[in-house]
């Protein structure tokens, strides 16, 4: 399992006093709100970070760190992927999973043959769509519903689908 989780990206400055404007990578942007530390990654090189101050503006996050005080020093940090140690992580509610525990896994119908590996998960706006990869190469689109994603086990790394006409 992964142990650092990518929640954003540096993508600007904000104010002149050394403020970072973050564009989130997760749903719940009030998660920051929680967040004590920060790892910033530029070019391979992790620092970690002390949070001082979150605010909201426009659905970006806001970020002061601590011994970040002018625009220059927050200059320097645009571009860089924020993220969080497994253990600081939000915590998911029954049946939710991180995309980055999914990605990987084998994918089996619900008949046991295997369909392929989970490449991608995406947002429609409706429902998430699960991108399965082929033994072939191909890509099959399937919804995240419950009637097609039958079973998710993290302990087997494996899950189960059920394939109606039109999917595959």
Excluded: C, W
């Amino acid at each position: 399992m992964q142990e650092y989780f990518e929640i954003g990206q540096i993508v600007n400055t904000f104010g002149i006093k050394g403020m970072v404007k973050i564009m989130p990578y997760t749903d719940n942007i009030n998660r920051f709100d929680d967040l004590k530390k920060v790892y910033v990654v530029i070019k391979q090189t992790k620092k970690q970070y002390e949070v001082e101050e979150v605010k909201y503006h426009k659905g970006m996050v806001l970020l002061k760190f601590k011994g970040i005080d002018k625009v220059e020093d927050a200059e320097n940090l645009r571009n860089a992927i924020l993220e969080v140690e497994r253990k600081d992580a939000a915590k998911l509610e029954e049946g939710s999973y991180y995309i980055a525990d999914l990605i990987g896994m084998p994918v089996y119908t619900d008949e046991g043959k295997i369909l392929g590996t989970l490449e991608d998960i995406f947002n429609t706006g409706s429902n998430d769509i699960y991108v399965v990869k082929t033994e072939d190469h191909k890509q099959i689109l399937l919804p995240a519903i419950q009637d097609v994603i039958k079973e998710i086990l993290l302990e087997k790394n494996k899950i189960i689908v059920h394939i109606t006409p039109g999917l595959e």
